[in-house]
């Protein structure tokens, strides 16, 4: 048994997908969450400078002594995913894997839908993790720089007009593809799942990266005898790089749980 916390980052709320997935099938595991708002978002940056983020997001919660880390971003994990796991000698995961294996699984028709921040889709990442998965898959894919504002500044829910615009604009050619599988290829964009759906359709399955990326975590800590095996619920620490109450607030509508005596400011530079 291993009572270490497990590490989770993301640019700011959108890993919440995977924190929330997270405590629900491994109640038990105590969480820390990194939300880096003061810089968010992460998908127009260089590689360079994502490196450079990444490492102090990472540096911060090692300082924790995690048993292992979670990159719960999709920019991330398609450019800094291998520096990362070289660099550190705990388990170090990331969104792009679990979720091509789940789409290559439910894909019938063999094309599947892609959308993501430009570094993500400039990275070619899922599509090369896709192609080694399922040979001959053909893979739509668009970059989708607006949705991630959307979502910090709380637009993501049916009914909202910009927000359905826009999902509309970016999802229109991935539909006129004939996909029967989208993968949301950030953490930010099954805060939007309903939006989505709605547009794709009910033949189109969508796939959650935060969600697919728990499960194949808590899979990783089984196989590696790391799981906290302990009775009663974890505890579930939160910090961001700017401000606590609005991180909070936003937080608290979508975990469903009161975060605000939970969230701490850190000064990431300092990493």
């Not at 997935?21 to 590689?47: C, H, K, N, Q, W």
């Not at 990266?209 to 728990?214: D, I, K, N, R």
Request: glycine share 10%; hydrophobic share 40%.
């Amino acid at each position: 048994m291993d009572t270490r916390p497990i590490g989770v980052f993301d640019s700011g709320l959108g890993g919440l997908t995977a924190v929330r997935e997270l405590a629900r099938i491994m109640p038990e595991e105590d969480l820390v969450y990194f939300g880096d708002t003061g810089r968010v978002p992460y998908g127009g940056r260089s590689r360079d400078i994502l490196i450079k983020y990444a490492r102090q997001d990472v540096a911060f919660l090692r300082t924790f002594n995690p048993k292992a880390i979670v990159i719960a971003c999709g920019t991330v994990s398609t450019t800094a995913l291998d520096v990362l796991q070289e660099e550190n000698d705990i388990p170090v995961f990331g969104v792009v894997e679990s979720a091509a294996r789940a789409a290559a699984h439910v894909t019938k028709n063999d094309r599947v839908g892609l959308i993501g921040t430009r570094a993500s889709i400039r990275s070619g990442a899922y599509e090369r993790a896709l192609s080694s998965l399922r040979p001959g898959v053909n893979v739509t894919a668009r970059a989708c720089p607006l949705l991630v504002p959307l979502v910090e500044n709380g637009r993501f829910r049916p009914g909202d007009s910009v927000a359905e615009t826009v999902a509309a604009e970016y999802l229109a050619p991935v539909k006129a593809a004939g996909v029967d599988t989208l993968i949301l290829g950030c953490t930010h964009y099954p805060l939007m799942k309903s939006i989505m759906g709605d547009y794709m359709g009910p033949d189109v399955t969508l796939v959650d990266v935060g969600e697919q990326c728990a499960r194949w975590v808590k899979r990783q800590l089984e196989l590696d005898a790391l799981r906290n095996e302990r009775p009663g619920a974890g505890r579930h620490r939160y910090f961001v790089s700017d401000s606590a109450e609005d991180f909070a607030s936003m937080a608290c509508l979508f975990l469903q749980e009161d975060v605000a005596g939970e969230v701490g400011q850190v000064d990431i530079t300092a990493y």
